[in-house]
């Protein structure tokens, strides 16, 4: 809901939290719609629900005169919009734990289509409802406030629960074969024999494969609808398929399951023991950020050096000068020599390290933007890799922090410390 | 287009990458419609584009099972699939140029509708089309890959000067307003009257306001759409508002454009002649990251260190442990010495800190999840923030990088060295 999604100030992530939500629940999300804040453009979106078993709207609940969704939805739904007076009070409640009066313009938040059920907002003042529109066959229609982190809060702890006691919900059972090092085409080339194969087997007749391709990584999606009187269990059937799509996806694959990357390799390292730290040129902290977003990285992780100066590769990670002057900063001697610094600089088990062109400025003929070296250096053996790394300097750097992270992967498997099948902390259950 | 946007697995960044250049031409987008990869569902929904004047697709051009936008497009033009030869060529051609053979599976790809005209994708396999929709009034329907980059290469290069030849298109006059460290509340009670005042104006009639609240960021933005017979300069008259828009949304502003917080950072830097660190302990290399992803950062950053371990504080960064001890790690006394310690080893004019507590866990009474320092030393003086943060981990580590940013610009402006009216060269033209 909102201009702001529309004029491409915002990106649109609570239509992914809601269709994500909607998955895990058993709810297939068949479409989103989003529209411009106008009343007749919002109501008619919600009409359209006439063949959908419920509705999610979120966005345009605030208190400024952009915000029309309540008003929109009272005309969906051909009612009108009714003063609160409980809500009020809650939101005059809520400015005042916070010392401030409310501003008059506040008011209208606390009114609601005169048929809506209101559902409460724990953690600001834009309260949702939930709302028959006849026009739409009587779908349910769920409002939800546009901030991010409302909307989901609202969504688990108010209307999820409600959704599970209206309907009989079953999540399609999925399956998620994670990727870093081979494209879509070179994946789907090896898997597509085994998915065929695999609709012969009981339970699978349905089953699907996704591929989804999220520079430099490839996730492959197999979901199975179980049939109505089918006996087979279709999780265990999946499951059943892990060590031929295992084969199939080396030498990239990394995990099964919702785990990330860096989720997978702080895991790793913490079973193993080992403390990592960071070297980084050009992407200058995203990878030390990167692994830090996984909680309870401060087990593994002790921290890093920002290196983007040469002064600060020979000062403080002690690269040698004439290194630097023979090769150039983006080289492998200097890579291996950054993650040398950095281990003994923070004295880990492990460092990594990148240095890389990453664009518009700084390429040459034989140094092009792109070109990226990262090594991991453990104490024993150096594991190096030069990318040749397309795209923006967005991508470049993005690319440089997960090939980084891979590596790490890879040399604690070639140590026989980490595997695909073992099971992080926070690896999904199968669904 | 396509099933990974509405599970949850992808977000949608090519409907906001769509929506600014439509916005940039002069093009409203009414409405993005969302939807599975199924042929009806895609067909459908383009057939509901009768109303618009241009409608764009984007994804489902892969080689893969379930890439079916060029059979619905097909099939909601009410024509056949063509297999054109040339593209096939063309296709083969970009394989053999990366040294491979180009897949059967790839083969469809050169499948267009009938009636399309072909347009041209330089930098991958899949070539987007044009075609016009007789069952959607005629509208010319033009279809993109739905890789990011790919789909804004296209859009750029290809389709909008088509767009431009077809229309005669004339972008709404704006102007944006950013600000940090007040709400949209707090910022819509002092604009509002100003924007109802300047309803008066000759040519700004039709003012509309909009807010964007990004925590921690509010950009307010500034719309009036030229009457036909008005003679009147509206990007004049908008910028004429500065002055009380500027005194209105003191002391959070700090921009004019599109320019961001660290774009403006960077260009006052690199105006003053001044080089920067950091020394980060929760956001552990995220303000790094945000400092460097602007291009040429390297003329006014020089690296930083990520303390995440306290034996990181003590060790590179010189923090007496004495004063870890009583204070704890996330305190002021820990902050200063933290700012101190990285502008001594990097020998920058400035250096600043960040230490907090981003949760889940590690929070307390006295310090909750959400406490963060953060400091400022230029040599002279300490300029110091401690925020009470709410929301998860991702939300309090972004809120610290960017209040630290917000802290630089504060002390560039004591200095004298950076102010709102400044115009960096990143800032956009006024449109």
């Known amino acids: 809901m909102g201009d702001e999604l529309l004029s491409g100030d915002t990106v649109n992530t609570n239509a992914s939290d809601i269709g994500a939500r909607c998955r895990q629940l058993g709810i297939t999300l068949d479409r989103v719609i989003t529209v411009r804040d106008r009343i007749e453009e919002i109501s008619a979106a919600i009409r359209q ?5 419920v509705c999610f709207v979120s966005g345009g609940l605030g208190p400024t005169s952009d915000d029309r969704t309540a008003e929109a939805v009272a005309h969906a739904a051909g009612v009108e919009l009714l003063r609160d007076e409980a809500a009020l009070a809650r939101i005059e409640a809520k400015f005042a734990a916070m010392g401030y009066e409310m501003p008059a313009m506040n008011r209208k938040q606390a009114d609601f289509p005169a048929t809506a059920t209101i559902v409460p907002n724990p953690i600001g ?126 030498p990239a694959i990394y995990g099964i399951g919702d785990a990330t990357l860096a989720d997978r390799v702080v895991d790793a390292l913490g079973r193993a023991g080992l403390r990592i730290s960071t070297a980084e040129s050009c992407t200058a902290g995203g990878l030390g950020a990167t692994i830090t977003a996984v909680p309870g990285s401060s087990a593994v992780f002790d921290g890093g050096i920002i290196s983007y100066a040469n002064a600060v590769k020979t000062g403080l990670l002690g690269v040698d000068p004439q290194v630097l002057e023979t090769h150039g900063a983006v080289s492998e001697p200097v890579a291996r020599a950054m993650a040398e610094g950095a281990r003994k600089a923070t004295g880990t088990d492990l460092s990594v390290s990148i240095t890389g062109i990453a664009g518009p400025g700084g390429g040459s003929a034989e140094k092009p933007v792109g070109t990226v070296h990262i090594d991991v250096f453990d104490g024993e053996t150096h594991l190096h890799k030069k990318l040749k790394l397309r795209g923006n300097r967005g991508n470049v750097r993005h690319c440089s922090h997960q090939w980084a992270l891979k590596l790490v992967w890879d040399r604690l498997c070639a140590r026989g410390l980490a595997s695909v099948l073992s099971s992080p902390n926070s690896q999904e259950p199968l669904s």
């Open 125 to 250: 003042t834009a309260e949702g409802f939930m709302v028959s529109v006849p026009a739409a066959g009587g779908c349910p229609v769920y409002v939800m406030p546009g901030v991010p982190r409302e909307m989901r809060r609202m969504f688990d702890s108010e209307i999820a629960p409600a959704l599970a006691q209206r309907f009989e919900l079953v999540p399609t059972p999925r399956r998620i074969y994670r990727a870093l090092g081979r494209g879509e085409s070179s994946l789907a080339r090896a898997i597509e024999p085994i998915v065929e194969q695999a609709r012969q087997l009981p339970g699978l007749e349905s089953l699907f494969v996704h591929y989804r391709a999220t520079s430099p990584q490839v996730l492959v999606v197999l979901e199975a609808e179980p049939t109505p009187d089918s006996t087979v269990d279709v999780h265990a059937a999946l499951r059943e398929l892990d060590a031929r799509i295992l084969d199939a996806m080396e």
């Open 49 to 53: 629900s006439a063949d959908a078993d």
